[in-house]
């Protein structure tokens, strides 16, 4: 599996900002997707994380209410729709698929204006 992720970039705080990744899968792509972020000095922790049929949705406390993750399975790929962003979201976010083997997307910076 290989991850491509795109529109990352800079948002204000309190703006919105979706962010796609394609998975380039032979496979049927069933398999646990989601999305990750790392800022400076700490670990990377889980953001949003669909399960493989799409149904199960885990989201970090901190998020819940403002981002959204969904799946296209016919295009093969996983959005992140983040609302109300606050500078503390600003990160590095990484794509993630939980296939064998587990694989990362190359992660993009987000950054956010207050």
């Known amino acids: 599996v290989q991850l491509v992720e795109s529109g990352g970039g800079l948002v204000q705080a309190g703006g919105s900002l979706n962010v796609s990744c394609v998975a380039f899968?032979?496979?049927?792509?069933?398999?646990?997707m989601g999305w990750y972020r790392q800022s400076p000095g700490k670990g990377r922790e889980a953001v949003a994380i669909?399960?493989?049929?799409?149904?199960?949705?885990i989201y970090l406390d901190s998020v819940k209410g403002r981002f959204t993750i969904s799946r296209d399975f016919t295009k093969k790929t996983v959005h992140l729709q983040m609302n109300s962003r606050k500078t503390e979201d600003k990160a590095t976010y990484y794509c993630y698929a939980d296939a064998s083997p587990r694989t990362w997307g190359q992660g993009m910076q987000i950054n956010v204006s207050a």
């Open positions: 669909s399960g493989w049929d799409g149904e199960r949705i």
């Open positions: 899968d032979d496979g049927s792509m069933v398999y646990d």
